[in-house]
């Protein structure tokens, strides 16, 4: 994937009033915590070796001191935008290193980290349980496991003064384009690479076509499917989706949640509720009921639930294929959906100004330690 560098954004760390007020429904410029992740979000796509870096320090290191020690030395040389790596630099910009010590020992998503599984409306009453919190931010480390996949932060300001979402969505957006205030800046954002079109997802599926015609067909002639091979027919309408899918369609679906949660804007709980938490309990409890054996066509509504949300379509669904049509071509044996949950309170002052620094160092030093062990094996290769 091709990704583009950025300057180093000083001035967008200089700070204004750090508590003043923030009013739901506006774009809160004088908040500090936002003006940082917009001046980390420059070097996005290279923090996808810090989650790495974060489990394999976590596990050397004996308490939360020597944890942020041995992170202090990383150097991260990423290249790739994707939801895991993005929830994990955001919360680090509010809770810092020490607050992840506990975390990053096990896996981002392991039970024993804190995480706990809800699906439905549980999910609404586990967040609603904290809005009454004062003087602290609550960050919600939201994560889609299974057979389906993605992850999200969202960000609680205190004092019931509303809520914000921060996310990316690999092979489509990153974080920058997240933040962006404009739709007249969108079309210019996808020309500099800042959306993008599923390059991963198409030629994947090219593959795909080209062993299940033994080689005739391809992603841009797989009707002979229809013809010579009657058994992957229901695959088409996806198929005929993953070809055409085109820059109008990414700006499109992108701008359906963006419009909504993106920009760094602030939702007051009567906003946040029904257009954000509610869907996103009916889309968990849907896909979860749904499994990963039926071959009942998938539902339009899960589908279109999905792209409102989180801005891009999920790779491994299509409305009207069968539920368990695409995702054995990528990944033969996934468990039914997990989504679980890990709230972290990070009470004032916070340090996010400080902790930006840090991950901007991280992204622009040039030398590094000797290269951090992988951690987590093949599963964050799943998430988008």
Request: charged share 20%; proline share 6%; hydrophobic share 45%.
């Amino acid at each position: 994937m091709a990704c583009l560098r950025f300057a180093v954004c000083v001035v967008a760390l200089s700070l204004v009033a750090a508590h003043a007020r923030i009013l739901p429904g506006s774009f809160s410029e004088p908040d500090e915590c936002l003006n940082a992740v917009s001046a980390a979000a420059a070097y996005d796509e290279r923090f996808e070796t810090r989650l790495g870096h974060k489990g394999s320090a976590a596990n050397s290191a004996a308490s939360a001191e020597q944890f942020e020690e041995l992170m202090l030395q990383q150097r991260e040389t990423g290249t790739m935008y994707g939801c895991i790596y993005a929830m994990g630099w955001v919360s680090e910009v509010f809770e810092g290193l020490r607050r992840q010590w506990e975390e990053y020992r096990y896996q981002p998503y392991d039970f024993r980290a804190g995480y706990v599984e809800l699906f439905g409306d549980d999910i609404i009453a586990a967040i609603a349980a904290r809005r009454g919190v004062t003087n602290a931010r609550v960050l919600y480390h939201i994560i889609l496991l299974g057979n389906h996949v993605h992850a999200f932060l969202v960000e609680q300001l205190p004092n019931q003064l509303g809520f914000r979402v921060h996310e990316t969505f690999r092979g489509a957006y990153g974080m920058r384009a997240w933040l962006l205030r404009s739709t007249s800046e969108l079309s210019l954002a996808f020309d500099k690479g800042l959306l993008m079109l599923p390059g991963e997802l198409y030629g994947g599926m090219d593959s795909v076509v080209r062993n299940l015609t033994r080689g005739e067909g391809s992603l841009a002639n797989f009707e002979i499917i229809e013809k010579h091979f009657p058994q992957y027919a229901p695959l088409l309408p996806y198929l005929r989706f993953v070809r055409d899918y085109n820059k109008g369609a990414v700006l499109d679906n992108f701008q359906r949640a963006w419009s909504q949660f993106g920009q760094g804007q602030v939702l007051s709980w009567d906003k946040f509720h029904p257009s954000f938490l509610a869907p996103l309990a009916n889309l968990t409890a849907g896909m979860r009921a749904l499994g990963t054996t039926t071959s009942a066509p998938y539902p339009a509504d899960l589908y279109d639930t999905w792209i409102s949300l989180f801005g891009s379509p999920d790779p491994w669904a299509y409305p009207g294929v069968p539920n368990n049509a695409i995702i054995p071509f990528f990944h033969p044996e996934l468990p039914p959906l997990s989504a679980r949950v890990l709230a972290v309170e990070v009470p004032f002052p916070e340090n996010c100004a400080a902790n930006a620094k840090v991950l901007i160092e991280a992204a622009t030093r040039q030398t590094s330690p000797a290269r951090a062990p992988a951690f987590g094996g093949n599963e964050f290769r799943l998430f988008r």
